[in-house]
């Protein structure tokens, strides 16, 4: 892999990280759990199909049953209200198997975090550890801070993949704040609630 | 012809004729040593000489209750104020009027629960301590909000300042002497001598800010509520020696807290040139 490729490969991660890590793996989950269900009827998930195929019935049976009076017409009322009761059993049934794949679905998206995230970092951290990623020119940085930012393994000058993740998580933890936190509910100042003379 | 009841009672009474006469641990360890090699020296309680003051076989209760229990009477309240270091003593618990006290005082309000002179106030609802208490979790969290809007914007400043010195250099110096690389040869061109303005600029940057960092954040209370901080805090009341380093830890937070910082700027610094770097 080209060095420059390698460097931006993983700032691009590290933005990644720090993203899920600002949003929240809770959230992510929820977000691919809804879009799994809305994918997957499509794709012939016959249990996911079959759950909205009902749930669209339960509604229409619902408001069928809203607008029969019960006393007026019962034998039509106790009718709808049986098929409303069945299609809920029905959708019970079927949410609880459904809930498996969910923990299916947060476990396939824990991994994919985990692979998108952590592990490209383990590996290049060991397979690319002595590749100098690019060199600073002569001058800019005074000679001691060259080769400190060379170690562990680089020549003085250069830059190696364990500085640039250092750098690259620094930078992008700190753009994360610079944009999270206008968004950040602001927290006024307390105002401590005066005694009443029977107190006092 | 004597019935089996009979015979037993009468070798009963046998038995205790014999047994009252003595000998009763003779005859013991004959038994017990009997078909083994087991030499016992077992006495019999028939053979122990008996109390004087046989059990009666009623008993007075009203003599035992009229008795004075001969327990030593323990002081509660000189306890309580030796463990809790003579504060006490002073308060008046000790002097027999637990009112005047206030750890007392504050026991028995905890204790009293929901009545109306107790954990709630006299206006209907509102608990003075659990009103400081949240007035204080608010603080914290005011505090904390502070010190991050401060922290935003140093790093607004910071960011702003650092890439302004970064772009200023890069669009006037149009040689290879700002230019990183993936190709060693650069480090063998010799360098222009307003390349190294670029740190001079940035030394300068990082020591205002950071002087100016400083003095913000002494406005803003610090909540001391770090880790370290409650670790310390905890040990000390093993070891009350250890409080003594809690303003020395503070220090070195505090200067770890401008170290990250001057980290972070030469994060950014290595970050831009390495953005540059495809440059041939």
Known sequence: MEPYTLLLFIFVIQIVKQIISAVGKQSIESISWVLYCRVAPKFGHSKLASMSQKSSQLRTVAGERRAVSAQDQYAKWTKLNRQHDKLVAEIEQLQKEVDLDKVKVNTFTGYLIAILTSIPIWFFRVWYRSVVLFYFPPGILPRALEWSIALPFTVTGGVSLTVWMMAAGAVASSLTFLFMFPFEKAVPKPVLAKKSPQQL | ?280
């Open chain 2, 1 to 280: 012809m004597p019935s089996d009841r009979e015979k037993q009672r009468i070798l009963r009474e046998r038995r205790q004729a014999k047994m009252a006469k003595g000998g009763a641990s003779d005859r013991l360890n004959k038994i017990l040593s009997q078909g083994s090699s087991v030499k016992t020296s077992a006495v019999s309680v028939l053979d122990q000489p008996q109390p004087a003051d046989h059990d009666p076989e009623g008993m007075d209760i009203s003599t035992i209750a009229s008795k004075p229990t001969p327990e030593p009477e323990l002081d509660i309240d000189a306890m309580l104020n030796s463990v809790l270091g003579g504060n006490m003593g002073a308060g008046g618990a000790a002097n027999g009027d637990p009112g005047s006290d206030p750890f007392t005082q504050m026991m028995m309000n905890m204790m009293q629960g929901g009545g109306p002179e107790g954990m709630l106030g006299q206006e209907g609802g509102t608990n003075p301590m659990s009103a400081n208490m949240e007035y204080q979790q608010q603080l914290i969290a005011y505090n904390l909000y502070q010190q991050r809007k401060v922290r935003h914007r140093f790093l607004v400043v910071r960011m702003v300042s650092i890439l302004a010195n970064f772009v200023y250099h890069f669009l006037t110096i149009s040689d290879f002497s700002f230019s990183p690389s993936a190709n060693p040869f650069i480090r063998s061109i010799p360098p222009t001598s307003s390349v190294s303005s670029f740190f001079q600029i940035f030394v300068a940057i990082e020591a205002v800010l950071v002087a100016a960092y400083i003095a913000a954040s002494r406005n803003v209370p610090s909540n001391n509520n770090g880790l370290l901080v409650k670790g310390i805090s905890m040990a000390a009341m093993f070891v009350p020696k250890l409080q003594r380093f809690q303003p020395l830890i503070m220090k070195i937070i505090g200067c770890w807290d401008t170290v990250t910082f001057v980290l972070n700027d030469l994060g950014l610094v290595v970050l831009l040139f390495g953005l540059i770097s495809f440059r041939r």
